[in-house]
Every structure is written in C-alpha cells, then in structure tokens.
C-alpha cells in the first residue's frame, strides 16, 4: 500500500485547556456561533477565493480527550506551526457504501488547499463550533458529527439530506492522528469514522472534488498498487488498520465494531 507520511501525535505538552488557551489566544473558549474575520492574510496568498473563504469557518477545538475547549478558524487550526505545538480539532470521516457494497471514493479539486488531488474517502471534514454540531459527551458529539456529515456531503457530492438521514450513519470509532499536508498547512484531528449504506444521486461540487469512483475491496487494493495515484494520510490510516475488516462485515456483524469509546492513537 506504500509508505505514509504522518507525525506522531505525541507533542512536548499535555494538550490541555491552559496549555492550548495560553498558546493560541487566536481560540474563542466561547463556542463560536459566527466565523471570525481572517488574519495574516498572506497565509492564503495565491489560494482559491472560495476555499479561502472556508478557511473562516469555525473548528471545534479539543484536548487531549476529546474534550472541548472552544473554536479557532479552520486556517488557525491547519497551520503546520499551530499544529506542532499541539493544537487539536474534531473532525470527521465518511465511508459510504452503495447496495453492491462498491465504497465510493472521492478525488480531492486541485483547489483544495491542504491535500489538492488526493484520493480519499467518500467524505472528510469537519464539524463546526455552532449548535447542532457541537457536543461533549461522546453520544452527542457523534449526533453532531452525524449532521455536519449530512451537510458536507451535499456541499461536496450534492447528495440530499433525504438519501443520507441521520440515524442511517453508523459510528464506528474516532482516531487521533497528525500529518502534513505541506511546509505550511496540515492536520492534527480527531477523526469520527462514520459508515452508511446507500444509494445516492450525485452532483459534484468541482471546487471540492474533481473525480468521483466506486471500487471494491479488491479494486481499492489495485489503486493503492498504481505509484501515479496519490491518498490522504488518514485515508491510508484506516485502510492499513481496520477498513477491510470492517467492510467485510458491513451486511452482517459489523454491530459489534460500532461505538468504540476508546480513542484510537495513530
């Protein structure tokens, strides 16, 4: 499957509350309702106009645990010089199986501004640190997860809300990993892995995805064989870890992978 590129996730202090609010006063320990204004714009000097715009929207910024400390823009918590010093966000990732079990991947636009053109799963994000989409205990945090998922993949795919309802995502676990996407930008997240099976209509959104593909466990093995294609690093996470097993048992005995309470630390 080739060699990932991640970071331990060990930092050189607890991720804390005191230790992220003294680091970063950048993060709202009030969960944000609203985007905040963007800062030291030359960060996104040169970047897509809309996918600067996102870099407004709000993270959900968390210890160590999981636990909430408060918000911080999406471009505050995906600078590589943030990250190393142990800033953490919640996010989420979708594995959606159409009813011959074929996982449909997405191939990131060139836009994108951390991982351009990467092969990943269905759907990768975040929720966002407004109502709805917020929670501290771990069953309401998943709720949230499951409704920014909802969102996402009709901004990304254009799947309507109606083909992808709530109580269809199944949570199966969350992984805490780290990796680069370039000299500046990266991820640092907690990641909820969520599962649903459906079939869906498309339209894709070409500022976010440029190609879309459903594969088979075996077709999947082939991709990650061809050197000229390239996946995101929590993509090929999951996959050498527990994917395979998982979709083995999407029609019968996948229950007993669900809910993990456990962090998984990659």
């Known amino acids: 499957m080739g060699s990932i ?34 800062t030291q714009e030359n960060d996104l000097a040169g970047y897509d106009e809309e996918q600067i715009r996102l870099m407004d929207e709000v993270c959900i910024v968390l210890d160590g645990d999981d636990n909430p400390i408060g918000s911080a823009s999406k471009k505050v ?20 199986f159409d009813s011959e079990n074929r996982l449909l991947l997405q191939q990131r636009a060139s836009e994108k501004i951390t991982f351009p053109d990467m092969w990943t799963n269905t759907c990768c994000s975040h929720p966002l640190g407004v109502p709805g989409e917020t929670g501290a205990e771990l069953e309401a945090a998943v709720q949230g997860v499951r409704r920014a998922a909802q969102r996402k993949l009709n901004h990304e795919l254009g799947i309507r809300a109606e083909q992808v309802p709530l109580e269809k995502f199944e949570f199966l676990t969350r992984i805490h990993y780290k990796a680069p996407s370039d000299g ?37 093995k082939t991709m990650f064989k061809d050197d000229s294609l390239k996946f995101t690093p929590w993509f090929k996470l999951i996959c050498q ?8 048992h999407l029609d019968q005995g996948l229950k007993k992978y669900t809910g993990e309470t456990q962090i998984r630390r990659m």
């Not at 509350?17 to 985007?35: K, M, Q, W, Y």
């Open 5 to 38: 590129t991640t970071s331990s996730t060990t930092t050189t202090q607890p991720i804390t509350a005191e230790n992220v609010i003294r680091l970063f006063p950048e993060v709202d320990t009030n969960l944000a309702d609203s985007a905040r204004s963007r």
């Open 77 to 96: 918590c995906h600078l590589m010089k943030n990250i190393d010093q142990g800033l953490l966000h919640r996010a989420f990732s979708v594995f959606l």
């Open 184 to 220: 500046k930008w990266g991820e640092h997240e907690i990641d909820y892995i969520l599962f649903i099976k459906a079939d869906v209509d498309l339209d894709i959104n070409p500022n976010e995805v440029q190609a879309t593909r459903y594969v088979s466990e075996e077709e999947l």
């Open 241 to 248: 870890s527990m994917l395979f097993e998982w979709w083995e």
